[in-house]
């Protein structure tokens, strides 16, 4: 009962004409209101942690020009030290922040259109004068009225992406080693400037230049070397052009230059001369002093060709007739260039064939000791029995087999065949002899040339002293320290060794001592005109006696009349060849008639 009367009683809070259920009522709401601002001041709260502590930026900003709010994040990524400084500094944003104001524009139109963007990608200044890159995503926030109240937004600072961007970009259209653009990059520059020629009515010309001999450098010296001349050539190269013209690496030690919206031919040959003499100057690589030379082959838009890829194959049609000339020079094109060109692929793709089908013939010249008449040697000379066009000589393919590199197979069937030749000589019951063999420049370079020398004379079962090498002295002394030890390791095995073409070279006395060598052959132009040319004489007297000097046997090449023999005879002369006293013959005319008088002999 007492609790039933207990809960009847009014509230002692109740006074005058108020009902218990009214104030409870009042009560309530008053609960809700605190409930509700506590609730929003959470809100607040969170919203302001997650403002103040996110990774990316965040702002409001006017319709027009400023910011109304940003975050510490973008403060900082903008290079200010405070959001409030952020916002009195940057008063005009399209043109203090963006560094192309349109963009801002660009912006600005996106959001009156669609009331959004999105990964907006952008270039802007920091505070420093730094440029970074940056993405928005942002909305306009509107008035009840529909109009734009302000904008409101993220910024993430993308620079790290676009800077890989570029470079993944870079790597896809410029060559590695030099920076240059390669022949991607080439094409579009190539494009643009025959455009540019036939809008303005000019010309565009394009020079395929190539390093002359630079293959040697690269096999003798080391790829490091190489590489090095290559970025010192093309820096050189850069330094010739104009902002308009294009540097490109076409590949290896090739490079095509394209000059853009040229007047005249005057102007296009008088920047050639300067590229060739610039890069003729003395170079430094790796620590060595280089002496390098370029041959350059021009083509130009319209008269040459009228796309890209014509004007390309023209140039170098004509920078391989500069190598014919000479080398270090430059040539035009011309329309005749075209059949040497197509006869010059023809002749290497049959080349190829001729080594994979066994095309190649060894012929010998006997070595005839002077004093006596006895055959003491042979040399063994290839020449390509070619199905069509015959018996085809060494100057006509050996060339082209050096620059393709075909002459490393070719050589060393010349090695093995010659070898293999001695020793059926020698099991037929003919006397022993050495066989001479030339070495080419890429042989000689080669890190495997003695395993392969000596390899090829355990395989024949030649014995070594039956086994002479010959090299030019251009060869040897176009690096001397590596040719002294490849030569020294050569003799090693117990091979001879012979010094081609003596006098057409720069040894030295000096250095012709420290080479282990056992003969040393004049040049045939020294020989021809002995009998005449009072100089020649001079030199071959003197060829001659520094050799003897040196206990070398000396050997006479070309010789090819009976003044010549005397004169040789006369001075001491060891050993002479040439066609007074035979020419090359197959292997089974070489043994009738030469090993066969030596038996008898």
């Known amino acids: 009962m007492s609790h039933i009367a207990l809960a009847r009683l009014p509230p002692p809070e109740c006074s005058g004409g108020c009902t218990c259920a009214a104030r409870e009522g009042s009560a309530h709401d008053i609960t809700q209101r605190r409930e509700a601002e506590r609730a929003l001041q959470e809100a607040e709260r969170r919203y302001r942690s997650i403002f103040e502590n996110a990774v990316e930026g965040i702002f409001q900003s006017t319709p027009d020009k400023g910011y109304l709010a940003v975050n510490p994040a973008l403060a900082r990524m903008y290079g200010y030290d405070s959001p409030q400084q952020m916002i009195d500094t940057l008063r005009d944003i399209e043109h203090q922040l963006y560094v192309d104001p349109e963009r801002r524009a660009e912006f600005l139109c996106l959001m009156a259109e669609h009331g959004q963007v999105l990964n907006f990608e952008s270039q802007v200044r920091r505070r420093d004068g730094n440029v970074i890159w940056i993405s928005e995503n942002a909305r306009a926030v509107r008035a009840p009225d529909g109009g734009i109240q302000f904008y409101e937004g993220t910024v993430v600072d993308i620079t790290e992406r676009k ?89 290896g030690d090739e490079f095509v230059i394209v000059l853009s919206n040229q007047k005249s031919l005057e102007s296009v040959t008088d920047t050639i001369r300067r590229i060739i003499a610039v890069v003729a100057e003395p170079a430094q690589a790796s620590g060595l002093d280089l002496h390098v030379t370029c041959s350059v082959g021009i083509s130009v838009f319209p008269s040459d060709g009228h796309d890209a890829e014509t004007l390309l194959r023209h140039a170098d049609s004509a920078m391989y007739k500069a190598k014919e ?36 013939v ?71 002899i050495p066989i001479s063999v030339n070495l ?31 090299i030019t002295e251009t060869v040897v002394m176009r690096d001397v320290d590596k040719s002294l030890v490849i030569l020294k390791k050569l003799k090693e095995l117990g091979v001879k060794i012979s010094i081609d073409d003596f006098g057409t070279g720069y040894s030295s006395l000096n250095y012709l001592k420290r080479f282990p060598v056992d003969t040393l ?46 004169f040789l005879l006369e001075n001491g002369c060891d050993e002479v060849q040439g066609y007074y006293f035979g020419r090359p013959v197959p292997s089974e005319s070489f043994a009738g008639k030469w090993l066969q008088a030596k038996e008898e002999a």
């Open 325 to 360: 000339l000479g080398r270090n020079n430059f040539v035009y094109f011309a329309a005749e260039m075209n059949a040497h060109a197509t006869q010059r692929l023809d002749m290497l793709n049959s080349l190829r064939h001729a080594v994979a089908n066994n095309e190649f």
């Open 521 to 566: 052959k004049i040049d045939r132009s020294f020989v021809s005109d002995i009998a005449d040319d009072q100089d020649d004489a001079a030199i071959v007297k003197a060829v001659i006696s520094l050799a003897h000097i040196l206990n070398l046997r000396v050997v006479a090449e070309g010789v090819e009349a009976e003044e010549q023999r005397r």
């Open 163 to 251: 800077v890989y961007e570029a470079r993944i970009r870079h790597q896809a259209t410029h060559d590695a080693l030099t920076g240059l653009p390669n022949r991607i990059l080439l094409a579009d520059r190539l494009q643009q400037a025959i455009h540019q020629a036939e809008r303005d009515g000019g010309i565009a010309a394009v020079a395929f230049i190539d390093l002359d001999h630079f293959k040697f450098i690269n096999d003798s010296l080391g790829h490091q070397v190489g590489d090095e001349l290559l970025k010192v050539v093309a820096a050189r190269l850069k330094s010739c052009m104009r902002a308009s013209d294009t540097v490109a690496r076409q590949g």
């Open 362 to 432: 060894l012929q010998f010249q006997p070595k005839i000791h002077l004093a006596t008449g006895k055959v003491v040697g042979a040399e063994a000379l290839i020449r390509w029995r070619h199905p069509l066009r015959g018996m085809v000589p060494p100057g006509s393919f050996i060339p082209l087999a050096e620059e393709s590199g075909l002459i490393i197979e070719i050589g060393e069937w010349v090695l093995r065949t010659a070898c293999a030749q001695n020793m059926a000589w020698q099991r037929a019951g003919f006397p022993a």
């Open 440 to 470: 080419s420049p890429r042989q000689l370079v080669r890190g495997d040339i003695v395993a392969l020398v000596a390899e090829v004379l355990h395989e024949s079962g030649l014995a070594p002293h039956c086994l002479e090498l010959e």
